[in-house]
């Protein structure tokens, strides 16, 4: 073994060090740039795995805050970090500076003009990347495990799995999704060479760009090639904005790591994050092993026992800092992690994406809004790494107060949480803002997927859209009261104590009347593809193998046939992989950020049983239960009155008498309505069904 250095803060301090690292990157850029390696170079592309390997043969000890690892990406963080042996080569003294992606001798020559400029670029990029190491030596880490190698624990698998669920299967591409060659030199050479630095333009900016572009929310459209993009579409780019990104946990059903990794900061990323689908035991293995060696990397498979057929869920917290400041954005797409879906490969598919921008707090605050606190239980309980946990107390949500964060929990949900998750959750989320809602409160669900739904499930969705949690149907379904629970009178409310959680239901949302399955249909719409539309898209058929419907579903009895629409986008073409709740109260609200026209949900959950969840009895305990079979995340997003001439933390005026719901024209930009309505009925069509590509 090789001798072991110790380099202290000291080493990497001071004027006349700064200049010697700025030299070495010159020199180091000549040599990058004159020709190929010579004999006993490297061969180009090392496999993660391997380049493991080798680095444990011969070390240099790096003890120091602002040491760097092997590929040059700033850690920021205290950590015993393992470098190549100590030599004359070029490659070791690359290493010992970070400067990425040389790995033995080159031959040098006579730098040309054109090459003297670049050398003076690389110079100025040395000088930035080391005052944001200075920078970052004087702020605390953003988090307090070392960056470049996962936690143990997460990265074995949260808990065994039980039956196979294949991700992605009904997709025509051959996903790339797990080879581990994306750290490669070769490929990180061509990241750097193709996928340098952009300034991303989002159309809400003049001159120099504010740092936290969405300080107060948005909902965007994703763009797709070959459309005029506007300010209501947005790219996979900005949504990153990566020139400031340190920390990124990323969260999807379908992935395809080759892009993905592509378009991330590798040369400055402190870590990433994978949370990914993997149901059975031999997939959570093989996943596991595959992206394990992947440097500064943690993956986390979440709990997929017994009924959980799917992490669905698509969410991403991305951790910024530029100079002194830091913030957090908070992104939730209804797009999986895929060129096709975010708009590329020709542009055949569009998404929804919702983004906040939170600035960082001068300490953690642990009581924060309803958003906050559902956020950071729906990451508990998908086996987020600790420090990530702890993370987000350190950034300030008061700009979600008048937002909420909606999820599906994968299994049983009992106590104290059947009522935060699943459709219970929503009914929580909409009383919680003041958003109840009585009789003609209109429903419009887009849906890229749809299972064997009944009536009796689209009741209980849009009861939860009025802002019942379900539990006076269960109780009435059950005909027995819950265990523990007594009914209390009191003026005009009908009050229920469970497990010691209050739920009340305003009488005036009159939900017995209401939700008469007559009347409901006369509120429900249903937005889906038919064959048609599928056909006459840009690339046909062969661009529907993510929207999902089975024929024998459609064809039984009780499906509800007079709800569905024909979903066609506003871009003609285009086909929807959105997931969609527009809800347009009959009258005004008095919601708790003002007056109120409108609300929408955003996310991943398709309108199916399987996303939003059951609530039952349990059989033993007699309380209720949620089950829920997929992974989901979202977000309820208000639409302020139009005739108040203020935003949603403005004041709030007479009330409007309305008796009649307003338009969708009532969304605007605010949440960019993808859909041309009104729709064409889908009686007389025939929707798209999936197995047809087969």
């Known amino acids: 073994m090789g001798n072991t250095y110790e380099i202290s803060d000291s080493d990497s301090d001071g004027q006349g060090d700064e200049e010697r690292q700025i030299a070495e990157a010159i020199r180091l850029s000549l040599l990058e740039s004159s020709g190929p390696p010579a004999q006993g170079g490297s061969s180009g592309s090392v496999s993660p795995r391997r380049r493991a390997k080798k680095r444990k043969v011969d070390v240099i000890e790096i003890i120091s805050d602002d040491d760097e690892g092997d590929d040059g990406i700033l850690d920021g963080i205290n950590a015993t970090r393992k470098a190549p042996k100590a030599s004359n080569n070029s490659s070791a003294r690359a290493r010992a500076v970070g400067i990425p992606g040389v790995t033995g001798p080159a031959m040098v020559s006579k730098p040309a003009d054109g090459l003297l400029r670049m050398i003076g670029n690389r110079a100025q990029m040395e000088r930035e990347r080391l005052a944001r190491l200075a920078e970052l030596k004087r702020s605390p880490p953003e988090f307090g495990l070392p960056l470049n190698s996962a936690a143990p624990e997460t990265l074995k698998p949260a808990r065994a799995g039980l039956s196979h669920f294949s991700g992605g299967g009904s997709t025509q591409r051959k996903a790339s999704s797990f080879e581990p060659s994306k750290f490669s030199a070769d490929n990180e050479k061509r990241i750097h060479a193709h996928g340098s630095r952009q300034s991303w333009n989002d159309g809400d900016s003049t001159g120099a760009t504010p740092i936290l572009r969405y300080p107060n929310g948005a909902i965007k459209k994703t763009w797709a090639d070959g459309y005029p993009k506007t300010d209501t579409e947005i790219t996979f780019e900005e949504v990153l904005q990566k020139d400031s990104l340190c920390v990124a946990v990323l ?29 059975e035991e031999q997939d959570r293995s093989y996943k596991a092993q595959q992206l394990g060696d992947l440097p500064r990397t943690t993956l986390v498979l979440p709990p997929m026992q017994g009924q959980v057929s799917c992490m669905h869920s698509k969410l991403m917290l991305l951790f910024h800092m530029s100079g002194c400041q830091r913030w957090l954005r908070v992104a939730i797409p209804s797009a999986n992690l895929t060129d096709y879906d975010w708009g590329e490969l020709g542009g055949v598919m569009e998404n929804t994406v919702f983004l906040i921008d939170l600035p960082r707090l001068p300490k953690p605050d642990h009581d924060q809004t309803h958003f906050a606190k559902e956020l950071h239980h729906f990451c508990t309980a998908k086996g987020l790494p600790e420090d990530v946990l702890n993370g987000l107390y350190q950034y300030d949500f008061s700009k979600t107060k008048d937002m909420a964060f909606v999820h599906s929990i994968g299994g049983s949900n009992t106590g104290k949480d059947w009522h935060r998750t699943g459709y219970s959750g929503l009914g929580t989320a909409v009383k919680a803002l003041g958003l109840s809602s009585g009789p003609g409160l209109e429903f419009d669900f887009v849906t890229s997927s749809l299972g064997a739904a009944n009536m009796g499930f689209i009741s209980n969705m849009y009861r939860a859209a009025m802002g019942d949690n379900g539990l006076k149907e269960l109780q009435r379904c059950s005909n027995k009261p819950t265990k523990g629970a007594k009914k209390k009178k009191k003026k005009k409310k009908s009050v229920l104590v469970v497990d010691d959680e209050i739920t009340d239901d305003d009488s005036g949302t009159e939900f017995d009347e209401e939700t008469n399955l007559e009347r409901i249909m006369n509120h429900v719409r249903i937005y889906f593809p038919s064959y048609e539309t599928v056909r006459l898209s840009k690339k046909g058929f062969s661009s529907g193998g993510t929207i ?67 609530l039952v009895m349990d059989r033993t305990t007699k309380t209720p239960k949620m089950n829920c079979k997929n992974w989901e995340c979202g977000v309820l997003f208000p639409v302020a009155a139009k005739d108040t001439g203020r935003t949603l933390s403005g004041t709030s005026p007479v009330e409007s008498k309305r008796k009649v719901a307003v338009g969708m024209d009532v969304f605007g930009k605010t949440i960019p309505v993808p859909m041309k309505v009104p729709a064409e009925p889908m009686e007389g069509k025939r929707p798209w069904f999936f197995r047809e590509l087969r």
């Open 251 to 279: 969260s999807a059903f379908q992935w395809d790591t080759d892009w993905v990794l592509k378009k991330l900061p590798l040369d400055t990323i402190q870590r990433l994050v994978m949370v990914m689908h993997a149901k």
């Open 548 to 614: 999902c419907f089975n024929s024998s579903w459609w064809d039984y009895p009780t499906f509800p046939r007079s709800l569905m629409r024909d979903c066609v986008s506003t871009r003609d073409g285009l086909l929807m992989h959105n997931k969609v709740l527009f809800a347009r109260p009959s009258r005004q609200l008095q919601a708790s950020c003002g007056r109120v026209d409108a609300w929408a949900y955003v996310g991943s959950a398709n309108l199916s049983e399987s996303a939003w969840g059951k």
